[in-house]
């Protein structure tokens, strides 16, 4: 009985070794690639180039021209959507919502105001594009972000 508590002890203890080594080696390592210039440059460089591209895309997102644009866009989709609604055309009105929604500031509003004023039965089919509508809207941004990569 003695015997294997000996051998568990050191067992343990060779273990306790091992993971002192394993962090030493770790510890060692990190502070000699920290150290590294070449990898202080790399680093500085891709902080500037990140925060280079965030400050472009705040750019472009504060644009007034394009808050225009997109306002007009919004009302354009809106009058649109009621229009293709009071000719009957379902399908086509809720599609124009849908799009108004996207390119909305406060989408949770306009869906309360959408709730009061549309049919049930429009409203259910405005609530079951939203999820094709955020699906392709993320396609189109990822690949407008692949386009801009490509262009750095």
């Not at 690639?33 to 472009?56: H, I, M």
């Not at 009302?75 to 909305?104: D, F, I």
Request: glycine letters at 6%.
């Amino acid at each position: 009985m003695s015997c294997v508590r000996t051998v568990l002890g050191l067992l343990a203890a060779l273990a306790a070794c091992g993971a002192v080594a394993f962090l030493g080696y770790c510890v060692y390592f990190d502070r000699k690639r920290r150290g590294d210039p070449a990898f202080r440059r790399r680093l500085r460089d891709k902080r500037r180039a990140q925060q280079q591209k965030a400050e472009r895309r705040g750019a472009q997102l504060w644009d007034p021209a394009k808050n225009e644009k997109l306002q007009e866009l919004f009302l354009q989709e809106v009058q649109m959507g009621q229009l293709w609604l009071s000719r009957g055309e379902h399908q086509l009105g809720v599609e124009h919502l849908s799009n108004a929604l996207l390119v909305c500031g406060q989408p949770q509003e306009l869906l309360k105001v959408f709730k009061h004023t549309l049919p049930p039965q429009v409203f259910e089919m405005l609530l079951h594009k939203i999820p094709l509508i955020c699906q392709q809207f993320e396609a189109d941004m990822n690949e407008q972000e692949y386009l801009e990569d490509d262009r750095d």
